[in-house]
């Protein structure tokens, strides 16, 4: 059961440390463009910023924005020669499978992403993608139900033995974590704060009050 972190802010990322809940991270585009970052050369800094914060067998996926074959590959290439915890996410395009396929072949890891079927996931575990990356949250906004997908993706894996891990993505609320690792996903990605409100219980909270105020009557004395 693995906990990685979307964001691209170090902060987060530390504090995810220091909880004991990292794993891994996901990065995005939008989740880029949050930080102060205003070149090229400064989002590969921080890529390697990231990846230095990690330990083991922990990685970071870097996303291509190239949408043709010849400059996927290119990108996808020079974002994995950055740092070897660099996974390359590639988004489930034509060119995209091709890109996992030649990049899957030269043992470069890659991350599929912008999954909303199951037989997007099915070309992508074909094509030879390490990670899968279905969208649960913006499936539910549509009124699709993206927890369905999950389970959908996880038994067709399962009936073929591939080797591709299910990254559950978009992941909004609690719910969605424990219904992800019900199903028996590799991972999930999702914000810190989601996996803070894992934590939340009012009778946790009514408890500890009552823990306190008695100590204190009594001691108080
Ligand atoms: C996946 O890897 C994406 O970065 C991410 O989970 C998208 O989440 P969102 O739908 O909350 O933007």
């Known amino acids: 059961m693995k906990f990685f972190i979307d964001t691209a802010n170090l902060k987060e990322i530390d504090e995810a440390r220091s909880l004991g809940m990292l794993d891994g991270i996901t990065t995005n585009p939008s989740l880029i463009s949050k930080e102060s970052l205003f070149s090229h050369k400064e989002i590969y800094e921080h890529y390697i910023s990231i990846c230095k914060r990690l330990k083991n067998d922990e990685n970071m996926s870097a996303e291509v924005i190239s949408s043709n074959y010849t400059d996927m590959i290119q990108e996808g290439e020079k974002l994995a020669l950055l740092h070897p915890k660099i996974v390359v996410k590639i988004p489930i ?22 999954i909303f079927s199951t037989g997007q996931s099915i070309l992508a575990a074909k094509a030879g993608a390490t990670y899968v990356s279905p969208f649960v949250g913006r499936l539910d906004d549509v009124s699709y139900n993206g927890l369905n997908l999950i389970q959908e993706i996880k038994s067709i894996y399962d009936n073929y033995s591939f080797e591709t891990k299910i990254l559950a993505a978009s992941i909004r609320h609690p719910l969605h974590i424990v219904e992800c690792f019900k199903i028996g996903v590799y991972a999930i990605t999702s914000p810190l704060n989601v996996i803070y409100s894992l934590l939340n219980h009012p009778l946790t909270n009514i408890g500890l009050d009552k823990f306190i105020k008695d100590f204190h009557r009594k001691i108080n004395k």
């Open 93 to 114: 395009t034509k060119n995209g499978i091709k890109t996992i396929k030649y990049l899957s072949q030269k043992k470069i890891k890659t991350n599929s992403t912008l």
